[in-house]
């Protein structure tokens, strides 16, 4: 009898969830897509290059890429 109360309290937390869900879908719909493209949005406009390292073992001669 106590677990079928507690099957019925789980399943109305469902469905009460269900509903509020359904409700918030088309406000998710309107503000989601420009978050989204906010997050993406472009921050700089130039990318300028810092310089490349080039790394060998020490004692080691460095030899020419063919």
């Known amino acids: 009898m106590l677990q ?5 309290r789980q399943v109305s937390d469902i469905w009460r969830y269900r509903e509020q869900r359904l ?3 088309d406000i998710d719909r ?4 420009e978050r989204i493209l906010r997050t993406f949005a472009l921050q700089t406009h130039r990318v300028e290059p810092a310089g490349a ?6 004692g080691a001669e460095p030899q020419e890429v063919t």
Request: avoid cysteine.
């Open 4 to 8: 079928m109360k507690a099957v019925r």
């Open 23 to 25: 409700a918030s879908i």
């Open 30 to 33: 309107e503000r989601e897509p």
């Open 53 to 58: 390292i080039y790394l060998w073992p020490q």
